[in-house]
């Protein structure tokens, strides 16, 4: 079955840090470009980092630039995003993107309060 299965989220205080996983099965991402996206409450989903297929480009959002890294590791079929110096503006649904291929991960909660 086709899957995007994110993980790592949670409940974080302001400063610290996540990184979240997006495991990919039944399918091979290494051909495609991936990208995380998120939704807080009542907000539109907004582009958070995009990664080429061999990883040698990234971009980022502007309010998340320097802070947040995204990698990926096609061996394992896995993508990341490795997030810090949180803020409570960082709250949201995180989801997984398979660009082209055109396929969600369901999302995972990141909830940054002290």
């Known amino acids: 079955q086709v899957q995007l299965a994110e993980s790592g989220g949670g409940l974080v205080q302001p400063g610290g840090s996540l990184r979240l996983s997006c495991a990919a099965s039944?399918?091979?991402?290494?051909?495609?470009?991936m990208s995380w996206y998120r939704q807080a409450p009542a907000k539109e989903r907004e582009l958070v980092a995009t990664?080429?297929?061999?990883?040698?480009?990234?971009n980022y959002g502007d309010s998340v630039k320097g802070r947040f890294t995204i990698s990926r590791d096609n061996a394992k079929n896995t993508v990341y995003l490795q997030m810090n110096n949180l803020t409570p503006e960082d709250t949201a649904v995180y989801y997984c993107?398979?660009?082209?291929?055109?396929?969600w991960g369901q999302g995972i909660q990141v909830t940054v309060s002290s």
């Open positions: 039944g399918f091979t991402i290494s051909r495609k470009a």
């Open positions: 990664i080429t297929s061999d990883g040698g480009s990234t």
């Open positions: 993107y398979a660009r082209l291929y055109g396929f």
